[in-house]
C-alpha cells in the first residue's frame, strides 16, 4: 500500500511517499501556481493586471504583471480537512491530497473559488509551481512517455534527462520496478501534461501543467483547476494500465466494439470511385474474411466535385466520384451484408468550399478573416451556426443510411484565433462540437481521428493512435515534427505499443489499417509525390514477409481495430493468406511486459494464459532471454508461433527466445497438451 504525507518547509510543502512502510521524499519545493485574468483586464492570459491581496490569509503571495500567481506553501492556512488554503482579492484556492479507493493512487486536487465581484478566466495551472525537486526514492532511469494525439510519438525512454508527456508520465527503474505514475485525472475540463528536466547538479524536476485555454468562473462559482493522481508500485506496466482505467472511471468513456472491415484510403487515396468500391465489396463479401468483416469505410475523396476543385472539405455532399449519392452507396453496402461507413472531416473548411463562401462567419478568425488551420478553415464551436452546421450534416449523413463515422483533422478545432463566445475553454468548444455529432450518432459508432485525445474520451467508440501506414517499413519525412517519420508500419507501431494502456479503458484503439503488399499502388505513389516528392522512392515500397507478419500480429494480439487497407484481388496468395492470419480479432486483454532491457523490443502478454508477442522496430538480430514468471507462463512449457508454426520447449522457468530478426514480431502461444 502506497500512502502519501506532506509538511510545510520554508522552500514549499515536501511531499513523502513509498511502498510499503518506508516513507522517503517524493518532492520537494511545492509552490502552486495560476495563471489569472480579471475579467476588466486586457482579453489575453499574459495580460497586465494584477491580483490584490487580503493580507488576513494571504501574506507572501506573490503577483506578477503576466497575472502569474504563485502561492508559497510557507503562506497558506491549514484547513480542517487537512488541506492548505490561500485568499487573494479574487480567488480561494484550496489544496488537497486524498487517498483514492485503488490503495496504490492518491489524488491531488486545487479548487478554486471567484470571490470577487467580475469573472476569472483561467489559463495555465501549475500544480507545484514552476517546478518540484524529485526526491531519491523517485528513480528514473526511464520514463514512459504519452503523446498528445496521434502524431506526437509516445515511447520508452532510457535515461531520460528533459522531455514533456501528456495526459500521463510514467518513470521507473530499468527493469519496471519502483515505479512511479502521474496523470491528469478528469478529461471532461482542461488539458494535462508533466514537463521532466534536470539542472545542471544532476537534481530531476517534475512540473504538471493543466491548461485551460481561458476557462471562465463567475463569481461565486468554483471549479477544479488540477486533478492529479500518483500511483506508486512495482509494475510499471500495470500502472500505466491502471491509469488508464482509474482516469476513465473519472471522465467517463465510451468503449465500442473492436469492429473489423475494410477501408477504401490506402490503395486509392482519394480517387476512389463507386465502381471500384463495388468491385471490392463483391470480392471481400465472397472470400474467405467475408464472415469475419464488419463494415466497409468510404475515406475521403467521396465529396470532390469534379470542377477543378480538389478539395471542398466543409461541402458534405456526394461528388463527381459517386453520382448516383451517397445514400446509394450505403445501401448497397448493407445488401452486400456489410454495416456503412463514412469519413468526414467536420471541424476543417476548405477555402474553396461553399461553406467558406457562404458562412466566414463561422470560422475561427484572424486578423483579416477566418484563421488558417494548416492549409485550411476551422469551425468556430462556440459559434451557434457553427454547431448547427453540424447538427444538419450529420442528420443528413444518418439519413443516407451510414452506421459509422470517422471524424478526422479534429485538432484544427483548437487552433488560436478570436471565437464567437470568448468566455468558453478551447476544450469546452472542442467537446460541445464533438457532443453536437454524438447526439446526433446516438448509438451509431465513432472513430476519432487527427483529434487531441483528452477532450474526446466519452464521445467516441474508438479513436486512432498512431501514425499512417503504408506499405514501407520506415520513412523519414519531416522528421522535425514526426520524430519517427510518418507513412509507415514502425511508426504506426510505436504508437500502438505506448498508447497500449489506452485500450479498452479510454476506447477501442485503432492502430491504423492493416497493410501487407510488397508494392505501392498507383494512387499511393501519386499521394506521396503530392505531398512529399523528394520521399516518393527513396526508401523504397513494398513491406518484406517479415516486416509484414510484424504488422499483422502486433494488430492482432493488442486486440485493436482490424480494418484492411488492401485491394484482396491485388495481392498474391501468399499475402492473402497472411492478411487472414489476423482473424478472429484476439478479444483478451493484453499488456506491455516490464521487459525494457534491450532496446526497440517490446514484449506483449495477454490475459489469455499461456500467449506472449515479441516485437522488434530496431535494425540488429536480437537474442531475448526472459524470466517465464514476467510473461504469464508456466515454469516448464512449449510455444508455438500462431503464423509460421515454429515451436519452442523451455524448461526452468527461463524461455530463451529463437534470434528475433530485425523488423519481425512473433506471437507464441502454449501448445494444448
Known sequence: MTTLSYSIESDGMTVYGDIGDRQRILLSG??????????????????????????????GVRTSAASAVTFPSASATRTASGGLEWTTDHVRLVWTMRP???????????????????????????????????????????AWRS??????????????????????????????????????????????????????????????????????????????????????????????????????????TLVGPALTGWCSWYYYYDTLT???????????????????????????????????????????EAGALFPDGMANAAHRIHDAGFSAGLWLAPFSVDPESDLAAAHPEWMVQGES???????????????????????????????????????????????NGRRYDPGLSLTDAFRAGLSTIRA???????????????????????????????????????????????????AAALQTIWHSWMHRTWWINDPDCLMVRDRASEPELENVGQHFPDAVDDPPHGLSEAEARFWVNLVWITGGLTLLGEKLS?????????????????????????????????????????????????????????DGARCGLPETGALVERITGRRLEYKGGVIRFPVLEPHDGLVWIMEEE
Open 30 to 59: 511545492v509552490n502552486p501556481s495560476l495563471e489569472i485574468t480579471v475579467a476588466d483586464a486586457p482579453s489575453s492570459l499574459s495580460g497586465s493586471s494584477r491580483l490584490g491581496q487580503r493580507k488576513r490569509s494571504s501574506e
Open 100 to 142: 483514492l479507493e485503488a490503495s496504490a493512487w492518491h489524488e491531488i486536487q486545487l479548487i478554486a473559488t471567484n470571490v470577487s465581484d467580475a469573472p476569472i478566466r483561467i489559463g495555465e495551472v501549475r500544480l507545484f509551481g514552476e517546478r518540484a525537486a524529485l526526491g531519491q526514492s523517485v528513480p528514473f532511469e526511464i
Open 147 to 252: 503523446g498528445s494525439d496521434l502524431l506526437d510519438l509516445a515511447a520508452l525512454v532510457r535515461s531520460p534527462s528533459a522531455l514533456e508527456s501528456h495526459n500521463v508520465l510514467g518513470l521507473a527503474k530499468s527493469d519496471g520496478s519502483n515505479a512511479t505514475v502521474i496523470g491528469w485525472h478528469d478529461h471532461r475540463r482542461g488539458r494535462g501534461r508533466i514537463k521532466l528536466d534536470q539542472d545542471s547538479d544532476g537534481r530531476a524536476f517534475l512540473t504538471p501543467i493543466a491548461t485551460f485555454d481561458g476557462m471562465s468562473i463567475s463569481p461565486g462559482n468554483r471549479a477544479s483547476l488540477s486533478s492529479w493522481i500518483i500511483g506508486r508500485g512495482d509494475s510499471l506496466s500495470e500502472l500505466m494500465n491502471e491509469y488508464g482505467r482509474l482516469s476513465a472511471r473519472r471522465s467517463g
Open 274 to 316: 463507386a465502381s471500384d468500391l463495388w468491385d471490392n465489396v463483391d470480392t471481400l463479401s465472397t472470400s474467405k474474411m467475408a464472415a469475419e468483416l464488419d463494415v466497409i469505410q468510404i475515406d475521403d475523396g467521396w465529396n470532390r466535385p469534379g470542377d477543378g476543385r480538389r478539395r471542398v472539405w466543409g461541402d458534405w
Open 369 to 415: 478573416g477566418p484563421v488558417d488551420a494548416f492549409g485550411c478553415f476551422a469551425l468556430d464551436l462556440t459559434h451557434p451556426g457553427a454547431l448547427g452546421f453540424l447538427r444538419e450534416t450529420f442528420r443528413r449523413v444518418f439519413d443516407w443510411g451510414f452506421d459509422y463515422v470517422k471524424l478526422d483533422f479534429m485538432v484544427h478545432a483548437l487552433v
Open 440 to 490: 446526433e450518432a446516438r448509438d451509431r459508432f465513432i472513430l476519432g481521428c487527427g483529434a487531441p485525445f483528452s477532450p474526446c474520451l466519452g464521445l467516441v467508440d474508438a479513436m486512432r493512435i498512431g501514425y499512417d501506414v503504408s506499405s514501407r517499413w520506415d520513412v523519414r519525412v519531416n522528421e522535425a515534427a514526426w520524430p519517427a517519420g510518418n507513412l509507415n508500419i514502425r
Open 570 to 626: 491485388a495481392l498474391t496468395g501468399t499475402r492473402r493468406d497472411l492478411l487472414g492470419k489476423a482473424f478472429p480479432v484476439n478479444s483478451a486483454e493484453t499488456r506491455v511486459v516490464d521487459f525494457y532491457e534491450v532496446p526497440d523490443v517490446a514484449l506483449i502478454r495477454s490475459t489469455r494464459p499461456g500467449m506472449i508477442g515479441c516485437f522488434s522496430t530496431g535494425e540488429e538480430p536480437v537474442h531475448i532471454r526472459v
